[in-house]
């Protein structure tokens, strides 16, 4: 056991002066829920989350991955991906399988060998085009949005936030056209 003194996300912001925080990663062993509950305000400023979650109880009281998506999407968040995927094989099985040889090979592309998965890192971002307060967000926020979806490889997104943002009516035509132009030169794949 290490003590350690730790301070909540709303007492750090408002011990440090910090008025916006974009993006929240969050990897601390089933504390997660606990630091979202602890955001207050900042988190409703906050345009992506990515953090672990838990699909068995692999400590004790861990919050699962459910506990974690109400919160977020009571929060405002839309849930985009699972990734780094962590699997552990079952203790009691006779055998250990790495690999599943299927009669049909797109069955393979449906199921996993690789044991039961017990947690993952899932990413969430504000979805200002499904209405609610992300709707509102002023356009330099979407722009940041954009930035961070396209980073985390949400590219169909990416074009659909920039699409909507050059279709409001609060943007400036010129700022609209800048946007329209980035999207038309971007990189589909």
């Not at 980073?151 to 409001?168: H, P, Y």
Request: charged letters at 25%; aromatic letters at 8%.
């Amino acid at each position: 056991t290490v003590d350690m003194d730790v301070v909540s996300l709303r007492d750090w912001a408002a011990r440090d002066k910090v008025g916006e925080v974009d993006f929240l990663k969050i990897n601390v062993q089933g504390g997660e829920l606990e630091i979202l509950n602890g955001a207050g305000p900042v988190l409703g400023g906050v345009l992506g989350v990515f953090l672990e979650v838990a699909f068995v109880e692999s400590y004790k009281d861990r919050p699962m991955f459910s506990d974690i998506d109400v919160a977020l999407r009571k929060a405002g968040f839309t849930f985009f991906d699972l990734l780094a995927h962590h699997y552990v094989g079952r203790a009691a099985s006779p055998i250990a399988a790495q690999h599943l040889n299927v009669v049909e090979p797109k069955l393979g592309q449906l199921v996993t060998a690789w044991g039961q998965l017990i947690e993952g890192h899932a990413l969430y971002f504000r979805d200002p085009i499904a209405g609610g307060a992300a709707a509102g967000l002023p356009s330099d926020r979407v722009l940041k949005l954009a930035a961070l979806a396209e980073s985390w490889g949400q590219i169909e997104f990416t074009f659909e936030v920039l699409d909507w943002l050059a279709k409001r009516t609060d943007v400036a035509p010129g700022r609209a056209r800048t946007v329209r132009h980035r999207r038309a030169c971007a990189p589909v794949r």
